[in-house]
């Protein structure tokens, strides 16, 4: 006789895939409508409100937002200031999807051992760019470069410095200031570092600065590109001179950036609602747990008031 357990087992294959596609059905309403919170509080407020709400998010992390040039750049008191540089820095970039090429300049003033470098590449989702002003405590030989911390440049050393950084030859952002290290990201934007190059300009406080920096420059092959104007040094930044090789790096570059592109692409897809960047990098953060959100938040607090212009009512 067909007993009534019988039936029971018969269906319950059934009845366990009706209630997984509730559960998802459910969990996928839920995201609909949180998403769509989002995207009318986000199409809600006005420009300055949203330039306040990136800032916050933002400056915890060293970073502004630049309305004029659509890209992120460093703050001067950025807590990066605290860890200078060493060159195992540029050595494990690549584990942490930057994939970048790097070019060290060293030269001696004033008893102490200072470097210049500058950066250029794809950042995971960003394309940018970097230049950084450090010294050491004393005079180093070469040898010892490579193992030496470099300190980040007091307020009273820091150098006037300009880049542009370029695509193929067109100009994707520029930027200037008196800075320790000066950047520019250009969010949602995949470059391959081949294709970009950067034009550099550095003000220097007198011509023994200068004449050192342009010497070990030249020493490293930019002669064709090098112009002086009074204590203003300028070039191009294209192909590194000292770049690192072998069949390894160059697997481990094009996985990097296979995945920095797909990153991209995913990054592009999910927040397409929105088509300018600050929309794009609030809706990113509403996404955050309000844990994430209130540590951001603390962090802020901590630091400097906002510049002016920049509070809303």
Avoid at 179 to 189: C, I, N, S, Y
Wanted: proline residues 5%; hydrophobic residues 40%; glycine residues 6%.
């Amino acid at each position: 006789m067909y007993q009534l357990s019988d039936f029971i087992d018969s269906y319950r294959p059934l009845a366990l895939a009706a209630a997984v596609f509730l559960l998802g059905f459910l969990f996928f309403l839920f995201l609909y409508e949180k998403r769509k919170k989002h995207i009318q509080k986000i199409r809600s407020m006005n420009t300055c409100q949203k330039l306040c709400a990136l800032h916050a998010l933002s400056e915890p992390l060293g970073f502004v937002w630049l309305p004029s040039q659509n890209i992120m750049t460093s703050t001067r008191d950025a807590w990066q200031r605290e860890f200078g540089y060493r060159a195992l820095y540029d050595q494990t970039a690549i584990h942490f999807h930057m994939v970048l090429d790097c070019e060290p300049v060293y030269f001696n003033y004033r008893g102490r051992t200072w470097l210049i470098e500058f950066w250029k590449g794809q950042y995971g989702i960003c394309t940018g760019g970097e230049i950084g002003v450090y010294r050491a405590d004393t005079l180093l030989s070469p040898s010892q470069y490579p193992r030496t911390l470099f300190q980040s440049v007091p307020d009273q050393e820091l150098l006037h410095i300009s880049m542009e950084l370029l695509d193929q030859g067109r100009p994707l952002f520029s930027v200037e200031g008196v800075h320790w290290w000066l950047t520019g990201f250009a969010v949602g934007l995949y470059r391959p570092k081949e294709n970009l190059s950067m034009r550099i300009a550095i003000t220097f406080p007198d011509t023994q600065m200068l004449q050192s920096f342009i010497d070990s420059l030249l020493s490293m092959g930019y002669e064709s590109t090098l112009r002086v104007r009074a204590l203003t040094a300028s070039f191009l930044f294209d192909v590194p001179h000292i770049a690192p090789t072998g069949h390894l790096y160059k697997c481990q570059t094009r996985w990097m950036l296979w995945q920095n592109r797909l990153c991209c692409h995913l990054y592009r897809f999910a927040t397409r609602p929105f088509l300018c960047t600050p929309d794009r990098l609030l809706y990113v953060a509403s996404f955050l747990p309000s844990g994430v959100q209130r540590l951001l938040r603390l962090q802020k607090n901590k630091g400097q008031k906002y510049p002016k212009g920049r509070r809303c009512r």
